[in-house]
């Protein structure tokens, strides 16, 4: 089965950059999606991006788009979320996700087969 492991989080002040990646391991799927999730304290997790394995289609929470970027580079088996422009509400742990689905993407959590164990991101005011 597919592994992830995310990576890049930390703690910058509003304004900043930080570009996610999430490693994954294990087959992948060409009919298959990635996404990006976050989840504050007290909060639902909240759909934030999500990206084909073998196309361009991008989705993104509107909370996010024209600030956050997906991508993925299928040779390296990684997905990134480059996060330009970051708020204080950007504050959550942040979780990639990964189906074997036949949809182009989702927003919703439970179409997801396989989750990464999350990263810290914390903006600063």
């Known amino acids: 089965q597919v592994q992830l492991v995310e990576s890049g989080g930390g703690l910058v002040q509003a304004g900043a950059s930080l570009r996610l990646s999430c490693a994954a391991s294990?087959?992948?799927?060409?009919?298959?999606?990635l996404g990006w999730f976050r989840q504050a304290p007290g909060e639902e997790r909240e759909f934030v991006a999500t990206?084909?394995?073998?196309?361009?289609?991008?989705y993104y929470a509107g909370s996010v788009k024209g600030r956050f970027t997906i991508s993925r580079d299928n040779a390296k088996n990684t997905v990134y979320l480059q996060m330009n422009s970051l708020k204080p509400e950007d504050t959550a742990v942040y979780y990639c996700?990964?189906?074997?689905?036949?949809?182009?993407?989702?927003?919703?959590?439970?179409?997801?087969?396989?989750w990464g164990q999350g990263t810290q991101v914390t903006v600063s005011s």
């Open positions: 996700a990964a189906s074997a689905g036949q949809l182009g993407g989702s927003i919703h959590p439970q179409h997801y087969d396989y």
């Open positions: 294990g087959r992948t799927f060409s009919r298959g999606f």
């Open positions: 990206i084909r394995w073998s196309g361009g289609i991008t």
